[in-house]
């Protein structure tokens, strides 16, 4: 496997695993968001503090690696804690682009057209992985407007069915209707 074509599967897999995460959504505490945040932070000082025993490209990547750890391990606990779509969304975004910034960084290790293949790869990767997000969002947010359509259609035969009734019978079976469509 070539180095290029390493890159784009790192860069890839980083912004992929962010579905990993759609079954954890809302299933922590205040408290462990607050901790986790503190956590990640410690972790991002002491990783940058190593960092700075390198010297050139190399520390300049060290230290891209740490603040991408940082950033999606802040997205993932901000996602884990509000479990909203739009956090989901932000996860894939801010793996994409911390992806890319390290990839980025990588690249300039490389000279002349390999380094500008290097970047463009990258880049491409990075915005593919973007679309990807932003498509699972938008069929996501289709996927729950049709589920409210189809509850709003059989809400009204209910209805209409209960029409057919007079008195307590009709009001209970309006109130069964409402309770089991949640109007």
């Keep these: 496997m070539s180095k290029t ?3 784009q599967a790192a860069v890839l897999a980083a912004c992929l695993s962010a579905v990993s995460y759609a079954n954890a959504a809302g299933t922590i505490t205040k408290a462990d968001y607050r901790a986790g945040k503190d956590a990640a932070t410690a972790t991002y000082k002491a990783d940058k503090e190593a960092c700075d025993k390198m010297t050139d490209n190399a520390k300049d990547i060290c ?4 603040k991408a750890k940082e950033k999606v391990t802040k997205a993932e606990l901000e996602y884990n804690y509000t479990g909203k779509a739009s956090d989901r969304k932000h ?6 682009e911390t992806a890319y910034d390290v990839a980025k960084e990588k690249c300039d290790d490389k000279t002349g057209n390999d380094k500008d293949v290097c970047v463009k790869e990258a880049k491409a990767v990075e915005t593919k992985a973007k679309a990807e997000a932003k498509l699972n969002k938008e069929v996501g947010d289709a996927s729950k407007d049709a589920v409210e359509d189809k509850m709003g259609a059989d809400y009204k ?3 209409e ?3 057919a ?6 009001s209970a079976c309006m ?9």
């Design 5 to 7: 074509t390493t890159i």
């Design 63 to 66: 230290v891209a690696e740490a």
């Design 91 to 96: 996860l894939a975004d801010v793996k994409a």
């Design 157 to 159: 035969v209910a209805k």
């Design 161 to 163: 069915k209960c029409d």
């Design 165 to 170: 009734l007079s008195g307590d019978a009709k």
């Design 175 to 183: 109130d069964n209707a409402k309770a089991h469509y949640k109007k």
